[in-house]
Structure formats: structure tokens, C-alpha cells
T-cell receptor, first 113, second 115 residues
Framework: SQKIEQNSEALNIQEGKTATLTCNYT??????LQWYRQDPGRGPVFLLL???NEKEKRKERLKVTFDTTLKQSLFHITASQPADSATYLC????????????WGAGTKLIIKP | DTGVSQNPRHKITKRGQNVTFRCDPI?????LYWYRQTLGQGPEFLTY????????KSRLLSDRFSAERPKGSFSTLEIQRTEQGDSAMYLC?????????????FGAGTRLSVL
């Protein structure tokens, strides 16, 4: 069955450093991969989408890579700030009309001042 | 339109009672999803609507759960004979900006506590 794996333990990063989160998937060949941010008690909020034919996507301090050979996506936050502390979820999506996203469990990121 | 709205935000109920949640999606979105989320887990898919048609329902979903989306607008999720294991955050999301890419917009969720 399709499986999405994200760092299960919280990631503690010093303010100003780059945070890197990993998303691995198995038994799946997604055409797109999305990253969302979720704050406690709130719904997820869309951040970035990357397509299978794109190696890298950037938005301000965020960067996402997508390696279809390794079946992995990396999510980077550069110059991290305490306000970046949240849980980050990855969600691959197929290319057919089945719109369902397959959700990872998320990685909790803590940026220490 | 200010986004996806869910009501109530919190619901406390006794085991065996029925509960109903409401979701108002972004008005121009034709797709609507219900998810359940427990602490430390990602959203778990429950069901999906395209306009008023319920196209998919999780095989893991008990018959006690039912959802409707009359006229393809708002949606309701009902849980009958609630059990303590139903305690979770229930999230609603809508989408429809693109035919292929499904960027989902979530509401703030309804937190259910079954005593």
C-alpha cells in the first residue's frame, strides 16, 4: 500500500539556521507533491507545490526539491525564525482524476531563539 | 469569501449521542473533503464530494458516519452513536482552482470530545 514517511521526531533548529524536512514515499508515483503548514488547533495551510518534472521550487525562504528516483522530497526553510515553528505535512498527489492527497504524519519543527 | 468555515469549533458529547458538524466551503470550489486527525498524525481521509455527488468514502469508515452535501454547497458530517474512539479533530477542506492540481483549503476544524 502507499506509504508516506516524515521525520517522526521533532526537529529542533537554532534561529537563523536552515531547517530541512524529509518526506519519503513508497509504492506510489505521484505527479505532484504538496507541502502544508499546520499550527496547533488549526487546519493545514498550503505552502508549496512541486511537479514531478521539476527538480526544485522556491518561494521566499522556502525551497522544495523532488527526487522521483529516490522517491523523496526535501523541504528547506532558510534563515529560520521562531515564527516558523509548526508542523509541516507533505502530501503527494497522483496525476489522474482521483484527487485524493495521501498525507504524511508531519514533522514538528521547533526554532529556538 | 473569507475561506472555509466549520461549525461548531468544539463539541463535547456523551458516548452514544449523535453529533452533526457543518462545513461551508469556499463558494466557487466544487470539491469538498472531510478528514479526521488525531494528535501526531496527518489528516485521515473520510469522504470526498464533487459538487453534490459523494464520490468516495473511506473503507475504514464506520456505517455510523454519514455525510451530505445538498445542492453542492455546504456539507454536514454526522456521527451516530458516538464512541470514545471518535474523539478527534474533524477537518473540512475545499478545492477546485484547477482540474489537475488539488490545492486544498482547510477550515479550522471541529474538535470532538466523546466522554
Amino acid at each position: 500500500s502507499q506509504k508516506i514517511e516524515q521525520n517522526s521526531e521533532a526537529l529542533n533548529i537554532q534561529e537563523g539556521k536552515t531547517a530541512t524536512l524529509t518526506c519519503n514515499y513508497t509504492n506510489y508515483s505521484p505527479a505532484y507533491l504538496q507541502w502544508y503548514r499546520q499550527d496547533p488547533g488549526r487546519g493545514p495551510v498550503f505552502l508549496l507545490l512541486i511537479r514531478e518534472n521539476e527538480k526544485e521550487k522556491r518561494k521566499e525562504r522556502l525551497k522544495v526539491t523532488f527526487d522521483t528516483t529516490l522517491k523523496q522530497s526535501l523541504f528547506h526553510i532558510t534563515a529560520s525564525q521562531p515564527a516558523d515553528s509548526a508542523t509541516y505535512l507533505c502530501a503527494p498527489q497522483g496525476s489522474d482524476s482521483n484527487y485524493q492527497l495521501i498525507w504524511g504524519a508531519g514533522t514538528k519543527l521547533i526554532i529556538k531563539p | 469569501d473569507t475561506g472555509v468555515s466549520q461549525n461548531p469549533r468544539h463539541k463535547i458529547t456523551k458516548r452514544g449521542q449523535n453529533v452533526t458538524f457543518r462545513c461551508d466551503p469556499i463558494s466557487e470550489h466544487n470539491r469538498l473533503y472531510w478528514y479526521r486527525q488525531t494528535l501526531g498524525q496527518g489528516p485521515e481521509f473520510l469522504t470526498y464530494f464533487q459538487n453534490e455527488a459523494q464520490l468516495e468514502k473511506s473503507r475504514l469508515l464506520s456505517d455510523r458516519f454519514s455525510a451530505e452535501r445538498p445542492k453542492g454547497s455546504f456539507s454536514t458530517l454526522e456521527i451516530q452513536r458516538t464512541e470514545q474512539g471518535d474523539s478527534a479533530m474533524y477537518l473540512c477542506a475545499s478545492s477546485g482552482d484547477s482540474l489537475l492540481v488539488d490545492i486544498q483549503y482547510f477550515g479550522a476544524g471541529t474538535r470532538l470530545s466523546v466522554l
